[in-house]
């Protein structure tokens, strides 16, 4: 059953400290998004790439913020520092180019 | 004004009533549509995409108006287990971006 694994699942940090969530993208699929939920702004659109290719991250927070694609089974989103203000929800989701995607299970993040 | 927009509700009807949701989007170049379901800490979910000509599955109708930049949902015959949240998807016809709206929140009471 295929599906877009994120890890890890829920992680608690201090204020400062480095984060990394990652994702594995369903096999053979193209496309890889980055979404971030909170219940104020819903899912805002952080980074996405096609082929492994960076297309578009204005949605994300340059100055802290970095999205890579090291290979085309792991994409990392990166937080440094992270602050309070971060803590939401982040998706990942996968698909093929034109079509919908499919998202993993999230990582709920919380900065203190 | 945001790239897709939708009421978010909450929308609370009654088991075995037909229920709506609009979906509006500003970029008239978008080419593909879709609907969302969101369960209560759960990730979105793929329900449907949305045809030109309009589809159904099942209980669910999907529309699309080009001219006037407008989806819409509709749910026939609601079940306690259509309680979620919707959410309207629009892809731009370049770079396969996929816009979220922020959802409608649909109650389904008995």
């Known amino acids: 059953d295929a599906r877009v694994t994120q890890t890890p699942r829920d992680k608690v940090t201090e204020m400062g400290q480095e984060v990394t969530m990652r994702c594995q993208p369903i096999l053979g699929h193209n496309t890889v998004f980055w979404y971030r939920q909170t219940m104020m702004q819903g899912l805002e659109l952080l980074a996405y790439f096609r082929n492994r290719a960076p297309l578009d991250d204005s949605g994300m927070p340059k100055d802290r913020f970095s999205a890579e694609m090291p290979d085309a089974t792991l994409a990392t989103l990166k937080i440094q520092p992270s602050e309070p203000r971060d803590s939401a929800v982040y998706f990942c989701a996968s698909g093929l180019s034109g079509a919908s995607a499919f998202f993993g299970q999230g990582t709920r993040l919380t900065v203190v | 004004r945001k790239e897709v927009e939708q009421d978010p509700g909450p929308f609370n009807v009654p088991e075995g009533a037909t229920v709506a949701f609009n979906c509006t989007y500003s970029?008239?170049?978008?080419?593909?549509f879709f609907w969302y379901r969101q369960d209560c800490r759960k990730e979105p979910k793929l329900l449907m995409s949305?045809?030109?000509s309009g589809n159904e599955d099942g209980r669910f109708t999907a529309q699309l108006n080009r001219a006037s930049q407008y989806i819409s949902l509709l749910i026939r015959d609601s079940k306690l287990s259509d309680s979620a949240t919707y959410l309207c998807?629009?892809?731009?016809?370049?770079?396969?971006?996929?816009?979220f709206g922020t959802g409608t929140r649909l109650q389904v009471t008995l």
């Open positions: 970029n008239s170049a978008s080419q593909s």
């Open positions: 949305v045809y030109s």
């Open positions: 998807v629009v892809r731009d016809g370049t770079a396969s971006k996929l816009t």
